[in-house]
């Protein structure tokens, strides 16, 4: 019935479109979008240029396709990530409203966006930035609305009396490349260890030449978007910091991590920062001696 409504052009009140490519943080950010306006809305649809990655096929995404009538042409858009491509298609739309979610610390990739936007469709676009941080950067009014995750893709974190059979763990998540981790991580994951505290780095297989054979610390590949929620459970605190050069728009994984109840020892610098202090679970810290006494504190009452 649902694609039936598209092929007659009963188009939906509210339509998300995203790459859906490599399911990532955006791709998921987009559906946790569509999961709360489901919440208060019917008529919701996701749209992509081209066919979904495997582990989202089971969400009700729609490959746009002009020649078929099948796009999104009324109603409110949703267009998540600067990055999304969009074809020319937009210009015959009349939307009511078009919401552009700017994720990314890329001014690149915005104004390219707006201007192809612009190009097709001269209109008032509203913008929605994922952090302050990604805002100032950009300089343009708009409402800042950091991503909002749906608590049915994650788990509440097993209790600790059911964890007493393992050692306490530090994980952090990221991509396996040395921008996604700060020099200064090195001594610290190594006085964590000295602690009998186990040390889980996903992403991390690019600090072998520091860290390998290190006893406590184990460092995996990186991991696909979707198997994060599960990674997370095998976690009793999560750590993140990444190089100063490397700024994070917003910091989903975190986000992720405090979503799931894991207490969260972070970098005081990035998009998250707005949000983290707020949260009774959230630690933001300036140096190691600061990092690894919020660890410590965290492990005691792991162990109390």
Not at 200 to 228: F, K, S, Y
Request: some cysteine.
């Amino acid at each position: 019935m649902f694609q039936q409504r598209l092929k007659n052009h009963i188009m939906a009140a509210t339509h998300i479109i995203a790459p859906f490519l490599h399911a990532n943080g955006g791709d998921w950010q987009a559906v946790d979008l569509y999961l709360h306006l489901l919440e208060s809305a019917d008529d919701v649809c996701l749209w992509a240029a081209q066919p979904p990655h495997p582990v989202l096929q089971h969400y009700p995404i729609q490959e746009i396709r002009p020649y078929q009538q099948q796009v999104p042409l009324d109603g409110t858009l949703y267009i998540v990530g600067a990055a999304t491509p969009i074809g020319h298609w937009y210009a015959k739309g009349k939307f009511d409203r078009i919401v552009l979610m700017h994720n990314l610390f890329s001014q690149e990739a915005f104004y390219r966006c707006m201007h192809r936007l612009q190009a097709m469709q001269p209109r008032q676009i509203q913008i929605c930035y994922a952090s302050q941080l990604v805002k100032d950067s950009i300089g343009l009014p708009g409402e800042v609305r950091h991503p909002l995750l749906h608590p049915g893709r994650f788990s509440a974190h097993p209790s600790i009396a059911a964890n007493n059979n393992r050692p306490f763990t530090v994980g952090r998540i990221s991509r396996d490349i040395k921008t996604k981790h700060s020099p200064r991580d090195i001594a610290l994951y190594r006085e964590l260890a000295s602690h009998d505290i186990h040390i889980r780095i996903v992403g991390g297989t690019c600090l072998a030449p520091w860290l390998g054979n290190t006893p406590n610390i184990e460092l995996l590949p990186e991991i696909a978007q979707h198997e994060v929620p599960a990674m997370l459970t095998s976690f009793d605190c999560f750590y993140y910091r990444v190089m100063s050069q490397t700024k994070e728009a917003f910091g989903m994984v975190i986000a992720e991590a405090a979503s799931s109840g894991l207490p969260v020892v972070a970098y005081n610098e990035g998009g998250y920062t707005e949000w983290l202090h707020e949260n009774c679970n959230g630690f933001l810290f300036r140096s190691n001696a600061e990092a690894v006494r919020y660890i410590l504190t965290v492990q005691g009452k792991y162990l109390s």
